[in-house]
């Protein structure tokens, strides 16, 4: 079966930091993957989706880049965190064609 | 462009009574529909989608939505709610054709009391 991990669960990072949350798929091959950020009152802001290694689309601009280096791993990283970056990052995977996502639990990033 | 609005953001309901949550979207074409739960501190989990067919689609957990195209609704339902039912629910609509990019509502809340 497929699963889907996501770390760190919690993270506290001061402003001016870098970041690097991963995800990683196991149990298929070639996931369309997302990252997804929730902030409070605000419902689930689509970030960056892949269709293959390499190959990364950003939705909206923002302090916030994303890589897929291996098929199955999803980078969501910064060079130097804002305040405004905190939230609650999700990964989600589906297969190519088939709709609806699975997701992660989720990474809370706090930055102070 | 896509959208969802769920114009609840939270919604109480006793312990065994019904719960109906609200969600409109907005799409040029035949949209595939979705309904996903979160609890607290969790990621979101998929309660019920739909594609085509019969309107009235069932899920997990004894929810069930209908699709009612002229009214640009998927609203979410459940006969009778048991307290493990609080979380936060939300609304996603996605495209038959292009990436399967999904579109999410707000959220509703909901708050189950004894």
């Known amino acids: 079966s497929q699963t889907i991990h996501q770390w760190p669960a919690t993270l506290v990072q001061p402003v001016g930091s870098p970041l690097s949350l991963e995800c990683t798929v196991e149990g298929t091959s070639n996931p369309n993957l997302y990252w997804y950020r929730q902030a409070a009152g605000r419902g689930l802001q689509l970030l960056f989706y892949s269709v293959g290694i390499g190959q990364i689309s950003s939705e909206v601009p923002q302090n916030l880049s994303a890589s897929r280096p291996q098929d199955r791993q999803f980078i969501l990283s910064s060079k130097k965190l804002l305040l405004s970056d905190s939230g609650f990052y999700l990964c989600a995977w589906n297969r190519q064609g088939v709709y609806g996502y699975t997701f992660g639990s989720g990474t809370r990033l706090t930055v102070v | 462009a896509q959208s969802v609005t769920q114009p609840d953001i939270h919604i109480t309901v006793s312990e065994g009574a019904s719960l109906e949550l609200r969600c409109n979207y907005s799409?040029?074409?035949?949209?595939?529909l979705f309904w996903y739960v979160q609890s607290p501190g969790q990621g979101l989990q998929l309660l019920l989608k739909?594609?085509?067919?019969?309107?009235l689609v069932q899920g997990i957990k004894g929810f069930e939505a209908e699709f009612k195209r002229s009214q640009s609704s998927f609203n979410l339902r459940k006969p009778s709610v048991h307290w493990s039912d609080a979380a936060e629910y939300f609304c996603?609509?996605?495209?038959?054709?292009?990436?399967?990019?999904?579109?999410f509502g707000t959220g509703t809340r909901l708050l189950v009391s004894p």
């Open positions: 799409y040029g074409a035949t949209p595939y």
């Open positions: 996603a609509v996605g495209g038959k054709t292009g990436f399967q990019k999904l579109v």
């Open positions: 739909y594609f085509s067919g019969d309107t």
